[in-house]
Nanobody, 124 residues
């Protein structure tokens, strides 16, 4: 029902910042809770952040809390992940995901739609 396309990945030095974006199709973007996940080769996909349908409530993994900020613009069908104070261990493919369920459920990985992902590499 919704297609997701990420952008904004790249190479950044440790301590730097980067913002990745997710563009969603459809006319009912506000009916979806949104989230960001990341994955490195040989490892399981890891929850990063989630945001509720109205953009008023957010959830973060402990590993990124205080450094990353998830936001959304329902008028533009966009969701963003602002990443500050980046560390080499943040290196991963970052993917956005959507679900019609509550945002709090995203931490369990039960999203219905997934983007292709964008590579973020943090050098030391």
């Amino acid at each position: 029902q919704v297609q997701l396309v990420e952008s904004g990945g790249g190479l950044v030095q440790a301590g730097g910042s980067l913002r990745v974006s997710c563009a969603a199709s459809g006319r009912t973007f506000s009916s979806f809770s949104m989230g960001w996940f990341r994955q490195t080769p040989g490892k399981e996909r890891e929850f990063v952040a989630a945001i509720d349908k109205s953009g008023t409530t957010t959830y973060y993994a402990d590993s990124v809390k205080g450094r990353f900020t998830i936001s959304r613009d329902n008028a533009k069908n966009m969701v963003y992940l602002q990443m500050n104070s980046l560390k080499p261990e943040d290196t991963a493919v970052y993917s956005c995901a959507a679900t019609s369920r509550l945002a709090i459920t995203i931490q369990r990985g039960g999203c219905d739609y997934w983007g292709q992902g964008t590579q973020v590499t943090v050098s030391s």
